[in-house]
């Protein structure tokens, strides 16, 4: 082709729906996706993966879902879940609503059918109104219909995920959009860098000046750090925080270690004490919810006798559940900055305060030592926890995983973390399945092992998945404590025909599912074997699950949580 055609030839470059969409993601630093594939989004996944990005696939969208939840609480950014429509949009639904209960930033995406069969109800492959059935379950929901608006969507969703309290975003991306074409230049004009994405809050300085007087005015101040405080990552501002109050802190499960749980500060060990005895709280990134008996009942000691004070992005957070003397709303990091500039000469707490935590804690450590040295076999839940005590000790780097209900209880006060955002677990609803796609996106976003520690039950919603760790060959040993039940392996049928409602098959062999894909698979029946399992897997980095075998009696109904359950009047028997 000569010089002189070029000026008729129309050359121009193309691009379509599948690459704005990639092109939209990429530049906004969203980079692994975690995905199910079918249709309408088979191709885009693959096309994701040929562009760079890392795309996981998984065998059930609630558990890529989780996945994409967890990825938003680790980094601060939105995780991506990409799923095929109505059943699969349905099923990673679940997770959005788990990440936006837990203001965690997420976006799921959703392939769906052409607006013009959904709205007339025609009858299409998959057909569903995705966009209604979302909303009401997560932070925003929004469809983009043409290839030039995705730039706009993608934006939207991000800024709605992570901006003021976090949470989860519904994309609706219907097929035809995805082989729309256009102009390259202009498409990638089109596209949104999202300039200050979670933009800081800062509070009043009455509001500041405020909480102080309140904090200075305490005699028995207490600290509650909550997983809004880790996932700030201002971790040391946190702890010059903490540690500028003198005051006993404790943690909810998800902010352990983010001082670590070492600190002469930490009151964990005296929970009972410092809830009931203090005469001021302020909660740092944590909600006064069922976690925290909605900051009242016998735990806490008679009601309105406590100052509350309480930093939370969310100004509807505040009176939620007591009243709070003094609401910080603001983000932690601008709000403890903020106080810090004026604590120059803080005095810490009066000592009969903090030596009488300490007492209780150093009483409680040592109640407890025994116990968790045992080595009998069968396992008890303190036996089994004692050994993985020790080893994450020695592995301030691995992330813990944990789910169940004894197996979640135990574990939460008897594996210390060390550094933050190291326990994963089923966050505010208290929600089970979130265990191997927490395990797998944990691993993926952050280059570190993984110990899932779970509950036979809780391993079972997601369990299949220890396919897709073996086909990544992802560093995640998986410990299951098998005490063949949910709660406890003993209930029986009173009529005798079936198996009890919460039993298992006794001792299931859980080590050859990991064993069917290529991984190890070992089954441990004393503390020292689990020990030793875990060790070796770490070191190892390959996919391993250790078949833990725990006392069928050991368990208690609910964990530490029975109390919820309601009572029967009616005694049949
Ligand atoms: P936990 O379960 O650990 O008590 P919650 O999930 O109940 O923690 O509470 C976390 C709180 O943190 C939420 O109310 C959320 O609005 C808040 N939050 C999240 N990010 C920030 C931030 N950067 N600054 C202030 N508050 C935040
Ligand atoms: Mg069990």
């Known amino acids: 082709m000569d010089g002189s055609d070029s000026k008729t030839e129309v050359s121009q470059e193309l691009t379509d729906g599948f690459h704005l969409i990639i092109d939209a993601l990429k530049l906004n630093g969203i980079n692994n996706v975690y ?13 994701m993966q040929a562009e760079g990005m890392r795309v996981i696939s998984f065998r059930h969208e609630s558990n890529a879902g989780n996945a994409a939840a ?24 679940v997770s959005l609503a788990h990440a936006t209960t837990n203001c965690w930033p997420m976006i799921l995406i959703s392939g769906s059918s052409e607006r013009e069969i959904v709205d007339l109800q025609k009858g299409d ?17 929004y469809r983009i219909l043409h290839a030039e608006d995705i730039g706009v969507g993608i934006a939207r969703a991000i800024r709605a995920a992570v901006s003021g309290r976090p949470g989860g975003v519904y994309l609706d991306i219907p097929a035809s959009l995805l082989g729309q074409v256009m102009d390259a230049e202009t498409g990638a ?33 207490l600290l509650i750090l909550g997983k809004g405080a880790a996932y700030a990552q201002c ?26 749980d070492d600190h002469p500060q930490y009151a964990g060990a005296a929970r009972s004490l410092v809830l009931k005895e203090s005469d001021c709280v302020m909660l740092i990134g944590a909600r006064l919810n069922w ?35 003094a609401p910080l709303v603001g983000d932690i990091e601008s709000t403890l900055s903020l106080m810090l500039a004026k604590m120059s000469n803080w005095a810490p707490p009066p000592s009969e305060w903090t030596e009488a935590v300490n007492a209780k804690r150093a009483a409680n450590v040592e109640r407890m030592a025994p116990k968790l040295a045992n ?43 060390a550094k933050p955002r190291k326990r994963l677990d089923v966050g505010t609803w208290g929600v089970m399945g979130i265990g191997m796609g927490t395990a ?40 299951v404590f098998n005490n063949s039940g949910i709660y406890r392996g003993t209930d029986a049928d009173p009529t005798g025909r079936d198996p009890g409602t919460t039993v298992f098959v006794r001792e299931s062999r859980y080590d050859l599912m990991m064993q069917a894909f290529g991984g190890e698979g070992i089954t441990a029946r004393s503390p020292d074997d689990l020990e030793r399992a875990v060790r070796d897997a770490i070191a190892s980095g390959k996919p391993t699950l250790v078949n833990a075998i725990i006392d069928p009696e050991a368990g208690t109904e609910s964990g530490r949580i029975g109390n919820l359950n309601p009572q029967s009047a009616v005694n049949r028997q």
């Open 189 to 221: 004009r089109s596209l949104i860098k999202v300039v200050d994405p979670s933009p800081a809050q800062i509070p009043a300085p009455q509001a500041v000046d405020r909480a102080l007087d309140v904090l200075k005015g305490a005699e028995r101040p």
């Open 235 to 260: 971790d040391a501002i946190v702890r010059q925080f903490v540690e500028r109050t003198g005051a006993p802190y404790i943690a909810m499960s998800m902010a352990k270690g983010l001082l670590p």
């Open 291 to 325: 976690l925290l008996s909605h900051g009242q009942g016998k735990q806490w000691g008679e009601r309105f006798t406590k100052r509350f004070i309480h930093v939370d992005i969310d100004p509807k957070e505040m009176d939620s559940n007591q009243p709070i003397s």
């Open 70 to 93: 967890i990825a938003g609480y680790l980094t601060r950014k939105p995780g991506v879940c990409l799923t095929v429509s109505a059943p699969g949009f349905l099923n990673g639904l």
């Open 35 to 47: 995905h199910v594939p079918g249709i309408p989004v088979t191709d885009l996944g693959r096309m």
């Open 375 to 417: 080595n009998n076999v069968p396992m008890d839940f303190h036996g089994a926890l004692g050994r993985l005590k020790r080893v994450f000790a020695d592995h301030p780097d691995a992330i813990l995983v944990n789910e169940g209900a004894n197996t979640l209880d135990f574990a939460r006060s008897i594996i210390d973390m």
């Open 440 to 479: 797998i996106a944990a691993t993926v976003e952050t280059g570190h092992p993984v110990v899932a520690v779970e509950g036979d039950s809780a391993f079972g919603f997601s369990g299949m998945e220890v396919e897709t760790i073996c086909r990544y060959g992802l560093p995640v040993c998986v410990v």
């Open 125 to 141: 492959y998959e057909e569903m109104d995705q966009l209604a059935v979302a909303k009401p379950l997560c932070k925003a929901a």
